[in-house]
């Protein structure tokens, strides 16, 4: 489960990070702690050019009034809600780092997990559009995985990490199999902290 995020990346550096030019300058102000139905900055293809756009975190399915913010990597490729958007809908969700609750003596404690040797992260997403408030709104979704050795004692689930050479190849509009190796990648080196 990924339940929240942060973001505090000044944009000409998310330019460079991704190879993009032009990134709108209201997405500097959609950052910090994100949570769940909060419009936040999100990379996918257009037509063949990467493109940094807001969206709204969270699916809304017509049949129910929650959102749906995170999709199973094991099963995101067969459930109707999320498949059409898996294989031609890929985009990446970029971060500092994300956050995970474990529960000690009655109390959740928050932590914030980062990478040691990345600045900017690159979350798995898929994104499509749905009728929210009566209107047509572009969201995401995180996909999420079981969580590494290192980490299962905080949470059993974590984001799924895109490594920056596989970025390009997951946000194309078609589907290969070598998706499920880029979800499946491991060899992070996790740093957790106490929030």
Known sequence: MCGRYFLNIALDELENRYGISSIPEELRDNQGEIFPSNQAPVLYNKGNNKKMELMKWGFKPSYSNNLVINARSESVHK???FKESFHRRRCIIPANGFFEWKEK???KIKHFIELNDENIISLAGIYDWFKIDGEEKISFCILTKDAPQELINIHDRIPVIIKKKFEDE???EKFTPR????INSTGFDFQV???
């Open 105 to 107: 003596d009655g109390t």
């Open 170 to 172: 997951w946000l194309e």
């Open 179 to 182: 998706i499920f190796d880029y």
């Open 193 to 195: 902290n106490d929030k």
């Open 79 to 81: 459930k109707s809600l």
